[in-house]
């Protein structure tokens, strides 16, 4: 059975850091990916990792927060820095099984997904 469990998250204030991971198990994916949605808004794109290393990341999050990927141990983590504000959001770990690159910022490219952990930036 395909499980994605986070860990992580929290309340940190802006210029922070929080790190998230997601552990997976009962496959390897080909690309593994986070995923947010804001209070009020829809589920939007915030990073991903191809099984060969490769990442994509959403312009609003562009040097401040790295994406990887252990295969060995089939975890992806997500390394916030510089945290703002409008980085309030529950964050989502995705994966999937194929590796196109210009579907990867879209949700419903994905067929797994992890619960959701509540990250909140105080200003």
């Known amino acids: 059975q395909v499980q994605l469990v986070e860990s992580g998250g929290g309340l940190v204030q802006a210029g922070g850091s929080l790190r998230l991971s997601c552990a997976a198990s009962g496959r390897t994916f080909s690309t593994q990916g986070w995923f947010r949605r804001p209070p009020g808004k829809d589920r939007e794109f915030v990073a991903a990792t191809w099984i060969g290393g490769s990442t994509r990341y959403a312009d609003s999050v562009k040097g401040r927060f790295t994406i990887s990927r252990d295969n060995a141990k089939n975890t992806v983590s997500l390394q916030m820095n510089s945290l703002k504000p409008e980085d309030t959001a529950v964050y989502y770990c995705?994966?999937?099984?194929?590796?196109?690159?210009?579907?990867?910022?879209?949700?419903?490219?994905?067929?797994?997904w992890g619960q959701g952990t509540q990250v909140t930036v105080s200003s």
């Open positions: 995705a994966a999937r099984g194929t590796t196109a690159w210009g579907t990867a910022s879209s949700p419903e490219n994905y067929g797994y």
